[in-house]
């Protein structure tokens, strides 16, 4: 390489670089690498028209595993993480038409945030609206499993105009029966908590209001707590603190932290709240002590080189798994306080991005910034599949995904949900 110089394998020659800034010559470093992603994107994008979609791993099909299986060389477990590796691989897109009773709702707003409640049957959705903020909708995966593919969507009109950092499904008077949401409706910031029952097709003079609402400082990230001894409680993750709100009895609680809390997730067998921060740091708190000035409450620490942007507990709560600004996902033992796995793959720069994990299914999803899906085994952190996204790759395009073997409920169809720009998508199991 020569400096100044870029060389184009193509023509055979050195075309002069100039800053981005300049007019007169548009080759910069900045088109060049968006033109080689563009190139690849489509190549990986054209490959999976063709399907063909073989595993990563050498010598594994269908016709092997169950040889082994009827042998009894492989036990149930393995045999059904095996099988939900070979689906993963034979996954095909497929749009998916989405109907409203606003019509100007379906297909007119990005997508920015899609969540699933814990039984996959309903979607909660915050789309950017073209003039600022946001619009918040619930979708109902009944629809996948006919053969049209077709969701219904609901819109709420109330709460229209706020920007949202984090949301996630609270169970107060039954699963899933509320939605904690934290962002900025003015200076400073607003956390919410909302009966699901506003998006729905009833009477809009029968839907309750909204059951709690307080002005916080700048909110990264919200968790709900499901652990009896803490009940009814949702956490905040705020500018150097955290908050924990009783919503029945309006009870709060603050931990001064050294650093910005962007992620969370609590325990549901012990009362603990996990945080990852933006100086890397993830310790716990136990929510029923009382916090007094001088006094330590911080009880697991980990550290990771950059701001960790997710944290998720697995079913037995020995082992965590983080991802950071640098890309890097990790498994932690909780019990010995150590890494004991890298997921390898994964881009991430500067924005705050989830994972999703699916451990029924052994499988560990997360998008990149480079808006590339990738799919790991749980176990041996093995890259199962990488999903190039339907549209061309920006900062405002990353898609947001949920992936279940239950879409649309205990009947409902197996495969990823893939939320980009305007469009839902559904990759299928074959």
Not at 383 to 392: Q, V, W
Request: hydrophobic share 35%; aromatic share 8%.
């Amino acid at each position: 390489e020569l400096p100044g110089f870029y060389y184009d394998s193509e023509k055979n020659r050195y075309f002069r670089l100039l800053p981005g800034h300049n007019n007169y010559n548009p080759l910069t470093k900045e088109s060049i690498q968006y033109k080689a992603m563009e190139c690849k994107r489509l190549r990986l994008l054209e490959e999976e028209e063709k399907q063909k979609k073989k595993t990563t791993r050498a010598g594994l099909n269908s016709s092997m595993l169950l040889q082994k299986r009827q042998l009894g060389l492989l036990s149930s477990t393995s045999y059904c993480r095996l099988v939900h590796e070979l689906k993963v691989n034979c996954m095909q897109r497929r749009k998916i038409e989405i109907h409203s009773p606003d019509s100007s709702v379906a297909g007119t707003n990005n997508f920015k945030i899609i969540v699933a409640d814990v039984a996959c049957e309903r979607i909660f959705t915050v789309n950017d609206v073209e003039h600022g903020g946001c619009k918040y909708g619930i979708i109902n995966l009944s629809g996948l499993g006919k053969e049209s593919l077709t969701v219904e969507m609901y819109d709420n009109l109330y709460f229209t105009n706020r920007k949202v950092n984090s949301v996630c499904w609270a169970s107060l008077t039954h699963p899933d029966s509320h939605l904690c949401l934290m962002g900025i409706a003015e200076t400073p910031g607003c956390a919410s908590l909302l009966p699901a029952s506003l998006f729905s097709s009833t009477n809009p003079g029968d839907r309750p209001g909204m059951l709690c609402s307080f002005k916080i400082s700048t909110a990264w990230s919200c968790a709900w707590c499901l652990n009896p001894q803490a009940d009814n409680c949702f956490s905040t993750g705020l500018t150097r603190r955290v908050l924990v709100t009783n919503v029945v009895t309006g009870h709060r609680q603050t931990f001064g932290t050294s650093s910005d809390v962007l992620a969370q997730q609590f325990a549901t067998q012990t009362p603990m709240l996990y945080n990852g921060c933006r100086s890397g740091e993830i310790f716990s708190i136990d929510v029923r002590q009382r916090n007094r000035k001088g006094q330590s409450w911080k009880a697991i620490r980990l550290f990771h080189d950059s701001a960790v942007t997710s944290i998720r507990l697995l079913e037995a709560e020995h082992y965590l798994v983080a991802a950071d600004m640098a890309g890097k996902i990790k498994l932690w033992d909780l019990r010995a306080a150590k890494c004991v796995k890298q997921y390898k793959g994964h881009h991430n720069e500067y924005a705050i991005l989830p994972l999703h994990i699916n451990e029924e299914e052994g499988l560990l999803t997360a998008v990149g910034q480079d808006c590339y899906t990738r799919i790991w085994s749980l176990q041996d952190a093995h890259l199962l599949r990488t999903i190039p996204s339907p549209h061309p790759s920006s900062k405002d395009a990353i898609p947001s995904v949920v992936f279940s073997s239950r879409l649309g409920g205990s009947r409902g169809v197996p495969g990823l949900l893939m939320a980009v720009k305007q469009d839902l998508y559904h990759f299928s199991y074959n």
